[in-house]
Nanobody, 124 residues
């Protein structure tokens, strides 16, 4: 069974940090580009960051550049999102997503599988 399970969310004050993890099973992670996507209440999904199969290429949406870092450990079947300097507008359900061929910056939401997500709340 193909599965990804996210963890690491929580409640944090503005300016704080969190690290999210996404553990994959049922497929060979190293053969897929992966990304993190978030969805705030009442809004549509927003792509956040993506990483190539080997981890050598990363992409970020403008609002998180310089604050978030995506990485992966294919030996551990895990993708990470390190989030620093968190803002209230970062509050959302964060989930990781898999791409059927390769990640396309022009179409960042064209993934074929996603997890259930982990909630991040930034509030004082």
């Amino acid at each position: 069974e193909v599965q990804v399970v996210e963890s690491g969310g929580g409640v944090v004050q503005p300016g704080g940090s969190l690290t999210l993890s996404c553990v994959a099973s049922g497929f060979t992670l190293i053969t897929y580009d992966m990304s993190w996507v978030r969805q705030a209440p009442g809004k549509g999904p927003e792509w956040v960051a993506a990483i190539s199969t080997g981890g050598g290429t990363t992409y970020y949406t403008d609002s998180v550049k310089g604050r978030f870092t995506i990485s992966r450990d294919n030996d551990k079947n895990t993708v990470y999102l390190q989030m620093n300097l968190l803002k209230p507008e970062d509050t959302a359900l964060y989930y990781c997503a898999r791409y059927p061929t390769y990640f396309k910056l022009a179409h960042p939401l064209e993934y074929d599988f996603r997890g259930q997500g982990t909630q991040v709340t930034v509030s004082s």
